[in-house]
């Protein structure tokens, strides 16, 4: 495998409108990111991934951008961004935009001028169709946000795709102009000194040759947008042009939001010379997904969790590198998820981070994650600010789940989970805002804080801390970035342990998500090391052949040297 700068980096998602608000109105900026750029030094991170900070209505949160190449002045202005990117090259950290190009926002200049000539340069950048007189849609397609993906386009007799929002019309690849558009966008922030992009809903990118109706899903008619997408093919030759024209020429490191992917098609995303540098592993997060909705989702254990890893190694190998994650903006905090009420202690949240972190694969820590931030219990839909946990509640009752439930369902699933502010002291709104925020903080800020941390020893931080350094340590980075991942697969219920091994280093990494000891057994092969190389909480027992875990207890054992 060709080496590449971004290898042994860790990397660390930052949603911007919640991170810290500098100015008092409420909303993160980017001022209050680069205050808090020592903090991210000092914790040990790389890449920090923005997400949208573009001119945006906030329809989605910014993934509907209106302007690609300004700034939302909410989050502050074109020289906050370049002081941002300086700031971060003077730490040694590098920025990567959100690439938000499947769609853009119903209030961008293109498709302002599309409504006004559907025939023109502009129409020609969105999927249009002729409304049908006796209001049939083009296709029965459900946009993710809920409803038909269809919408008229306004002040014509035309209806415009978007599988997402409404207010998010899908841009229409098979038009290079539209390509060229994207690229030269791309070109100028690279330019800019950023070291790159995530790279949004790209799989969507890529409609079938003819547009029909599949069965429907639900009662309401509609047919899921897998269904189109399973049907789509040729993304590749975009991907290789966006690659090729756009990416390469900057060494720019990429990662890709890809869902769904085929075995085959991996090596070409991210094999050497792939579309991507990487992508996201997403099996343990749509695990149990149903099509009725989140509802209808299958909870995963911890030993489900286990499988979802093992088998996204086994389908990657040395291929490539996914990226690897427990929670993001759009996801329920990982703690909440992977762990039950009685595994939620501050050694269970290090144990989940030991597991995940030292994968092989790319590490991505989403802000709060550090520090063990939880899901916020959900009381009434007002609250709720995600256009996607509204439609899932919608969707819920009237299925005929009961309010409760479905408030349930929404409390454990919200996007908004991830989005409540950034938890950095003790003080009003959890120190993120001297104002009103814009989305309540969680009121479990008082005990889950920064600063509370910062000063302890044997805090969750503390410990993220020190799973970084282990991973850059430059007596195990080889084994730890490089080295093959082997499950060890028989360890017992709650248990997750795998083997890290590079060149004559081998090393073991393990975690009893029971409350009662585990013994796990190494394979027959002997141990020549027998070093501990971290621990959540306590002492590792470890005899040479048999590793005892304490309940919650994860442990690092260099096993052969
Ligand atoms: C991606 C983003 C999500 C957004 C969607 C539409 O999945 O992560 O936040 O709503 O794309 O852009
Ligand atoms: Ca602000």
């Known amino acids: 495998m060709e080496r590449k700068w971004w290898h042994d980096k860790v990397a660390y998602q930052i949603y911007p409108k919640s991170f810290m608000d500098s100015n008092g109105d409420g909303i993160g900026d980017l001022q209050g990111i680069i205050r808090k750029l020592d903090y991210l030094k000092d914790l040990g991170v790389d890449i920090l991934w923005l997400s949208p900070i573009y001119c945006s209505p906030l329809a989605d949160e910014g993934y509907d951008i209106s302007d690609y190449y300004a700034i939302d002045p909410r989050f502050g202005t074109m020289e906050d961004m370049e002081e941002l990117i300086a700031e971060a090259k003077k730490r040694g950290l590098t920025i990567l935009m959100d690439l938000v190009v499947n769609h853009c926002s119903?209030?961008?200049?293109?498709?302002?001028?599309?409504?006004?000539?559907?025939?023109?340069?502009?129409?020609?950048?969105?999927?249009?169709?002729?409304?049908?007189?006796?209001?049939?849609?083009?296709?029965?397609?459900?946009?993710?946000?809920?409803?038909?993906?269809?919408?008229?386009?306004?002040?014509?007799?035309?209806?415009?795709?978007?599988?997402?929002?409404?207010?998010?019309?899908?841009?229409?690849?098979?038009?290079?102009?539209?390509?060229?558009?994207?690229?030269?966008?791309?070109?100028?922030?690279?330019?800019?000194?950023?070291?790159?992009?995530?790279?949004?809903?790209?799989?969507?990118?890529?409609?079938?040759?003819?547009?029909h109706d599949y069965p429907a899903d639900r009662d309401d008619g509609l047919s899921s947008i897998q269904n189109m997408l399973l049907e789509a093919e040729g993304i590749g030759e975009f991907l290789g042009e966006m690659r090729d024209k756009a990416f390469a020429p900057y060494d720019a490191f990429t990662v890709g939001e890809v869902f769904n992917e085929r075995e085959e098609d991996i090596p070409l995303f991210i094999g050497d010379g792939g579309y991507f540098s990487t992508m996201f592993d997403f099996t343990a997060e749509i695990f149990g997904r149903s099509e009725k909705g989140w509802f209808d989702t299958k909870r995963l254990t911890i030993d489900d969790f286990r499988e979802c890893m093992f088998a996204a190694h086994r389908k990657i190998g040395d291929i490539g590198f996914y990226s690897t994650i427990i929670e993001n903006h759009d996801e329920p905090r990982g703690v909440s998820r992977y762990l039950t009420d009685e595994m939620r202690t501050e050694g269970g949240k290090k144990a989940l981070a030991t597991v995940y972190f030292l994968r092989r694969g790319l590490p991505f820590i989403y802000q709060g994650q550090e520090i063990g931030m939880e899901n916020k219990r959900i009381r009434?839909?007002?609250?709720?600010?995600?256009?996607?946990?509204?439609?899932?509640?919608?969707?819920?009752?009237?299925?005929?789940?009961?309010?409760?439930?479905?408030?349930?369902?929404?409390?454990?699933?919200?996007?908004?989970?991830?989005?409540?502010?950034?938890?950095w002291n003790e003080e009003a709104h959890a120190g993120f805002t001297k104002g009103e925020p814009w989305l309540a903080e969680n009121p479990n800020y008082t005990c889950i804080n920064v600063q509370e941390q910062l000063g302890r020893e044997d805090s969750v931080l503390a410990y993220y801390?020190?799973?970084?350094?282990?991973?850059?340590?430059?007596?195990?980075?080889?084994?730890?970035?490089?080295?093959?991942?082997?499950?060890?697969?028989?360890?017992?219920?709650?248990?997750?342990?795998?083997?890290?091994?590079?060149?004559?280093?081998?090393?073991?990494?393990?975690?009893?998500?029971n409350t009662g000891e585990r013994q796990i057994k190494l394979p027959a092969g002997g141990c020549t090391g027998g070093k501990t190389l971290l621990v959540n909480e306590g002492e590792a027992a470890f005899d040479g052949s048999v590793l005892t875990l304490k309940g919650l207890q994860a442990a690092v054992i260099l096993l052969k040297i």
């Open 106 to 211: 119903d209030e961008h200049e293109w498709f302002k001028k599309a409504c006004e000539d559907p025939e023109g340069r502009y129409g020609k950048f969105f999927y249009l169709r002729d409304k049908d007189p006796g209001g049939k849609l083009p296709t029965n397609w459900r946009s993710y946000f809920g409803g038909p993906s269809w919408a008229e386009l306004p002040g014509t007799d035309k209806l415009y795709l978007h599988v997402f929002h409404t207010k998010q019309p899908d841009l229409n690849w098979e038009n290079p102009e539209l390509r060229e558009e994207v690229y030269r966008n791309i070109r100028w922030w690279m330019e800019k000194g950023i070291g790159g992009f995530r790279i949004d809903a790209i799989i969507n990118i890529k409609k079938p040759a003819v547009f």
């Open 380 to 423: 009434t839909v007002a609250e709720l600010d995600d256009i996607s946990s509204i439609d899932a509640y919608k969707v819920a009752v009237d299925a005929g789940i009961s309010k409760e439930r479905a408030l349930e369902t929404l409390t454990f699933f919200s996007r908004d989970n991830a989005r409540t502010p950034m938890q």
């Open 465 to 513: 801390k020190k799973l970084i350094a282990l991973r850059k340590d430059p007596g195990y980075k080889e084994t730890f970035v490089y080295g093959a991942f082997e499950p060890l697969p028989d360890c017992g219920h709650n248990v997750i342990a795998y083997l890290r091994k590079g060149g004559a280093q081998t090393i073991l990494v393990a975690a009893n998500f």
